[in-house]
């Protein structure tokens, strides 16, 4: 990547400054380039070279921006030599790839990763800290996971010629084991994610609640009945009106995470947020009335951007007082059909042998039919290959243009070779990019189909 790493004496010398406004940052024109998940397992950039123009001009684009954000979506280390084991809980599957891929996203240009998402602890806290040593020893910033709460809860710093970047990690989807806890007085606090913890209430009409009663009286399930409410299968349901579910923050995680983006406004020139939010659902492209309101409250709080990923598709971008919200990115490496070997816990989810082949568990997994084609899961439907590079172009502190270059990840090609991004040819970039703009028109942005001034491809842009 293009970018000239700044020392401490520089940054000081540059009268290092936030977006709050309490400083003056250096009025450089610099570009800040975002992908969505990765979870990558098969080695690709052996395609960067002229007979892979799709390929080579993806990549030229992540390395020539002065900073790359990716979510890392997948453990990394040398099953050989782990010491660890796989975890009780997953956050979907046994998400694995060997350090070579490390190596190869920071050749693209990575060099900002988050960590906190629902696969960090697939292989445990051994597994998480195996990975954060690699990222560690090849000097690639990542946050959003720790030792304990508060460790996991601090940004990652990158120094550069724009000025010192500060990067906050968290996961609104992780699995419930690996939720960091807080250092205390006389107990060490506990390994794992930084959580955005969310609270559910359910409430039913007076004839949801009578057939509730009903189903669980016919069932024998134990009724909770403090308030009018009832406990079927383990949920709450309150008596009310109407039907309707309400979904907040956790008003503790929601302190602290925007206590942290203050304090890293005042030590740093700019502040990316990130969050990895599934919710409501992988399904769902409209993101959760909650994380709208949190990421604006992020923004507010001085962060200069703010990026969700999770969904593993494309969602809305807002601009929020002058900053970009992407809310997801979607998919930019997704190769989530490889993984071999696998642990025992997958193919018993299936029914199969212990001794089952992978490929045999993606097969029961994807229901594969007699002409080898998927007919159920992600492989099914092409929005979860379709995605985009954001480009933010900044002077100093001004966002002055976005662009979106509409990238293509292989769905229709086979399991061997599925996932691998490429930019999408006009054809199909057009369709992501118009989606796109459609997904962020309830923000009130609007973004255009142009060409890219440095090629003859489309790409969606927008001017502020």
Do not use: C
Not at 265 to 271: G, I
Not at 384 to 404: P, Q, W
Not at 419 to 439: F, S
């Amino acid at each position: 990547m293009v970018r000239v790493l700044a020392t401490t004496f520089a940054l000081v010398a540059l009268s290092a400054t936030t977006v709050t406004g309490q400083n003056q940052p250096p009025r450089t024109t610099w570009t800040f380039a975002a992908v969505g998940d990765v979870i990558m397992n098969r080695l690709i950039m052996q395609y960067d070279n002229e007979s892979d123009p799709a390929f080579q001009q993806l990549v030229r684009i992540i390395r020539e921006a002065d900073v790359s954000f990716m979510n890392l979506e997948q453990s990394v280390f040398d099953l050989a030599s782990f010491e660890g084991w796989p975890a009780a809980e997953t956050g979907g599957s046994y998400e694995l790839a060997s350090p070579a891929t490390l190596r190869e996203l920071a050749d693209m240009g990575f060099d900002l990763l988050n960590r906190a998402n629902n696969h960090t602890t697939d292989w445990g806290v051994e597994g998480m800290r195996a990975t954060n040593g690699l990222l560690d020893a090849m000097g690639l910033v990542h946050a959003g996971t720790g030792e304990n709460l508060g460790l996991a809860s601090r940004p990652g710093y990158l120094e550069t010629r724009a000025g010192r970047i500060a990067l906050i990690g968290m996961a609104s989807t992780h699995t419930s084991l690996s939720r960091a806890g807080s250092q205390g007085v006389a107990v060490r606090g506990r390994p794992g994610v930084n959580p955005l913890r969310l609270n559910t209430m359910h409430y039913g009409s007076p004839q949801t609640m009578a057939e509730l009663r009903r189903v669980a009286t016919q069932l024998s399930v134990r009724q909770v009945d403090p308030d009018g409410g009832l406990s079927v299968f383990g949920t709450i349901v309150h008596a009310a009106a109407r039907d309707t579910t309400i979904v907040t923050l956790n008003e503790r995680d929601r302190r602290r995470v925007l206590h942290e983006v203050r304090n890293a406004a005042s030590l740093s020139d700019f502040v990316v947020a990130t969050s990895h939010t599934h919710e409501p659902s992988n399904h769902s492209m409209v993101p959760p009335d909650w994380l709208v309101r949190f990421a604006r409250e992020a923004v507010d709080e001085g962060a200069a951007l703010f990026v969700g990923h999770g969904p593993h598709q494309l969602r809305g971008v807002e601009i929020h007082n002058g900053r970009p919200v992407f809310y997801s990115l979607g998919n930019f490496i997704f190769q989530n059909e490889t993984i071999d070997p696998m642990p025992m816990d997958e193919t018993e989810i299936y029914g199969l042998p212990f001794d089952a082949l992978a490929s045999e568990v993606y097969d029961a997994r994807f229901q594969v039919d007699s002409a080898g084609n998927p007919t159920w899961g992600f492989p099914t439907e092409s929005r979860f290959y379709e995605s985009v590079v954001a480009v933010v172009h900044f002077e100093g502190d001004e966002v002055t243009e976005m662009r979106f270059y509409p990238v293509e990840l292989g769905w229709q090609e086979p399991r061997s070779r599925r996932g691998t991004p490429r930019l999408a040819d006009d054809t199909t970039g057009r369709k992501i990019v118009e989606r796109l703009a459609e997904l962020s028109r309830p923000f009130g942005v609007v973004i255009s189909w142009e060409k890219d001034p440095n090629s003859s491809r489309g790409i969606g842009v927008w001017r502020r």
